[in-house]
């Protein structure tokens, strides 16, 4: 059973209270860029055996999203915090970094 906290209301609760929304930290490209560009933006994704960052949103409490970093093989959560995020939080990397040496997820490490 994955268990998460939501880093804005504080409820730590069962991931059915919460919704899955992807990949975190896409990057989305502006007018004018390449059809490549888009098709990166709407199709690819990293499919890890190990640690990614997703989004999930708090449906059934606060409705905000957040993101979430998540070993997809042990379902150990290494951390939440804001959707706002541009980037996952230097502690949050180095701690992963701890724990599974060589860790690297889409440029982040
Ligand atoms: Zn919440």
């Avoid at 930290?25 to 990166?40: A, C, Q, T, V």
């Amino acid at each position: 059973m994955l268990i998460l906290t939501c880093p804005v209301c504080g409820v730590t609760a069962e991931e059915t209270e919460f919704h899955a929304g992807g990949e975190a930290h896409l990057k989305r490209y502006g007018p004018g860029s390449s059809e490549e560009n888009f098709e990166e933006y709407l199709f690819m994704r990293e499919n890890p055996k190990g640690v990614h960052f997703e989004r999930w949103r708090h449906v059934y409490g606060c409705g905000k999203w957040f993101h979430a970093a998540r070993s997809t093989t042990t379902l150990e959560v290494f951390g939440v915090y804001p959707a706002q995020t541009v980037e996952p939080p230097a502690g949050l990397k180095s701690a992963i970094s701890e724990k599974q040496p060589g860790w690297s997820w889409r440029g982040f490490s």
